[in-house]
């Protein structure tokens, strides 16, 4: 297979990104809309050709599709240890190239469109072409370190992109909020980079994915506190996969993120960056799943499992439509680690892998969409909120459509893509775990009731009596969510489990009926809810959030998480140790320092006489000098 143009895939993006950054002030607008547009574009051919070839052309081999690498040594540390750069193609890079190809695209069409008259139009659009090459670079690196250098430019990226306003106090903020939580959990990811170099001898994963190679079948040679060491690796690796990906208590980050502009939240926090600790999983499933009998893989698991309720449940009490789906976001990642975490081994095994990454496909399609809506929305009446939307339906028939398919999506209605996916999520968890399935399909009732209400609130709801007429969104805008929609409605039928498994793991992948109807009862039941509550402008949208007392009201404040995190770190760590370590600084190392200082200066005071500068001062000294040691000569000379 051929790996130049595979190559080329992030570095377009990179050319781009430099072209408009350098030439910032020198290039017209519109011209730097079509440049940033033109090179994804590029990119996006040519991860479908490279998808072509690696699928159809070069196939399967013993019907497994093998792993490619083409790569480089880039630095050496030992004869054993090294970092490589260079390329891996396998299924689940070629569909990450995919999704972020197809998003990193409709993102650029789109913002032709909102983004115009912007100021920094073309700072805007460089900055997209940072952010689409660090999301290439990371999903086809070879080893740990390649992708945590990718990791970390994605974490840059999306610091320039919430920040996009920094005239705002609030974006700044977030931007910066953003950045230092997830610096916090990548230190995790470090240690665990680290940690594996070092016991295992190798970061690439070709070698750590071996489940016939030492770092599998010598996890257990090495152990602290009761786990082996690969297996803490594992778990502090999560930590920066979790950070990324907004888990339980590492999610305080993303739903301030939303102060970027609109297509940011559709590129960053609804189908690219926040997959990446979902992606980070996938990528070292094997380890996951082989060592310790898959420990840390309980702890994805359950972590998955909570994040994802703790989050729908906020998500039904927010009022800014962008915060409902940076909630919804974190909860459906949640469904992604909790099939992961449940590749158990109760004659399923891999199921869960393979529904993870079928719903980090189908959801990336679907909640762009979503978000992209929610721009042409926000566009059309300058409000994030929903108490000033209502009956936009007759003023914005595409938006309308193309926002309901995609609620009907991600409620898991058939036959949309997000049926297909979260059924074989559900059918995982039932197998494995009876009480992650229980949540997973609470989870699918909410899920379905806060869309809705989102939906209704927007496009029906009371009829809003606005300044201006609403209209619909130009072209630039409406084409990605026609073009989103389509692949919502069909993609849920491209058999994935042929294309994505993992290699050396068998699965079985099945429509379960059963539980099938239970899900789709369940989300029909959260739509119904959410029909009798806000298709109409009534008063028992207020009666269900008294009913639920001063729960609701947690709920809405997020359950004061950003409060919790201020008051340890502002009170507790700032305030208090580092206040009381900066008091011991002050008094104690200073003090003495400016002690010593102090007592030199008087002692200078009293002795500088004697360095007058005065040729007389200097002679009479000298011949005193003279004279006293003639005396001293003289007298033990005579006695």
């Known amino acids: 297979m051929n790996f130049t143009y595979i190559i080329l895939i992030p570095l377009i993006p990179l050319a781009a990104f430099l072209l408009l950054g350098i030439f910032n002030q020198k290039i017209k607008p519109a011209v730097s809309g079509y440049i940033g547009v033109a090179g994804l574009l590029t990119s996006t051919l040519l991860s479908f050709y490279s998808a072509y070839q690696y699928f159809f052309v070069h196939g399967k081999v013993d019907g497994v599709y093998q792993t490619l690498v083409h790569k480089t040594t880039w630095m050496i540390f030992t004869d054993t240890l090294a970092i490589d750069m260079g390329v891996l193609v396998d299924p689940i890079s070629i569909m990450m190239l995919i999704v972020v190809s197809i998003i990193s695209l409709m993102v650029h069409i789109y913002s032709r ?9 073309t700072k805007f659009f460089a900055f997209l072409g940072l952010f689409s090459f660090s999301m290439f670079g ?10 945590y250098i990718f990791w970390e430019l994605v974490g840059v990226s999306s610091y ?3 920040g996009y306003y920094y005239t705002k106090n609030s974006a700044v903020a977030a931007a910066k909020k953003a950045f230092i939580v997830t610096r916090f959990a990548d230190l995790g990811f470090l240690i665990g980079i680290l940690i594996v170099g070092y016991y295992a001898g190798t970061f690439d994963f070709e070698t750590l994915n071996n489940p016939e190679g030492s770092a599998i079948l010598n996890w257990a040679s090495t152990s602290f506190m009761g786990l082996s060491v690969l297996t803490w690796a594992l778990i502090l690796m999560f930590i920066g996969g979790a950070g990324k990906s907004a888990m ?13 502009p609109t297509p940011v939240s559709a590129l960053i926090h609804a189908a690219t960056m926040v997959v990446a600790g979902v992606y980070l999983v996938a990528r070292l499933f094997p380890m996951y799943y082989f060592i310790e009998d898959g420990f840390a893989l309980n702890i994805v698991a359950y972590v998955g499992a909570f994040s994802s309720l703790f989050a729908a449940i906020i998500a039904i009490t927010q009022t800014d439509i962008k915060r409902v789906l940076a909630f919804s976001t974190m909860s459906q990642l949640g469904y992604m680690m909790l099939a992961l975490g449940v590749s158990g081994y109760d004659g399923h095994e891999g199921v869960g892998y393979m529904a993870s990454m079928f719903h980090l496909f189908t959801h990336a399609m679907f909640k762009a969409l979503l978000f992209l809506g929610a721009g042409s929305v926000i566009h059309a009446v300058h409000s994030n909120y929903l108490k000033d939307m209502g009956g936009l339906r007759k003023y914005m028939p595409i938006t309308n459509a193309t926002f309901l398919i995609a609620a009907l999506a991600i409620s898991g209605v058939f036959p949309l893509s997000g049926f297909w996916s979260k059924d074989e999520i559900l059918v995982a968890a039932f197998e494995h775990n ?4 229980g949540v997973g399909v609470f989870v699918a009732g909410l899920t379905a009731f806060y869309m809705f209400r989102l939906y209704f609130g927007i496009f029906w709801g009371k009829n809003t009596q606005y300044k201006h007429a609403p209209h619909e969104s130009p072209l630039s805008m409406t084409f990605p969510l026609i073009v989103l929609a389509l692949i919502t409605i069909f993609s849920g039928f491209i058999h994935f489990s042929e294309y994505i498994a993992p290699d ?30 806000y298709k109409k402008e009534n008063d028992l949208s207020v009666k269900f959030a008294n009913a639920f007392g001063p729960f609701y009201k947690w709920a809405s404040d997020k359950f004061y998480f950003d409060e919790i995190y201020m008051f340890v770190t502002k009170k507790i760590l700032f305030n208090g140790v580092a206040g009381n370590i900066a008091k011991f600084d002050k008094k104690i190392v200073d003090g003495t320092m400016e002690g010593i200082g102090n007592k030199t200066v008087v002692v200078s005071e009293k002795i500088k006489g004697m360095q007058s500068g005065k040729v007389q001062d200097y002679a009479f000294a000298f011949i005193a000098g003279v004279v006293i040691i003639a005396l001293v000569f003289t007298y033990l000379w005579t006695s």
């Open 504 to 533: 050396r793991i068998g699965f079985e992948a099945h429509l379960n009926i059963p539980l099938a109807i239970v899900a789709t009862v369940v989300g029909f039941t959260g739509i119904g809810l959410a029909w009798i509550f």
């Open 113 to 121: 469109g909102y983004m115009k008259g912007d100021e920094g139009y």
């Open 138 to 147: 990371l999903v086809l690196a070879t080893n740990l370190f390649q992708i």
């Open 160 to 162: 320039l992109l919430i």
């Open 248 to 260: 339980f208590p590492l999610h305080i980050w993303l739903p301030d993120a939303m102060e970027g």
């Open 434 to 437: 009876k009480l992650i399935y």
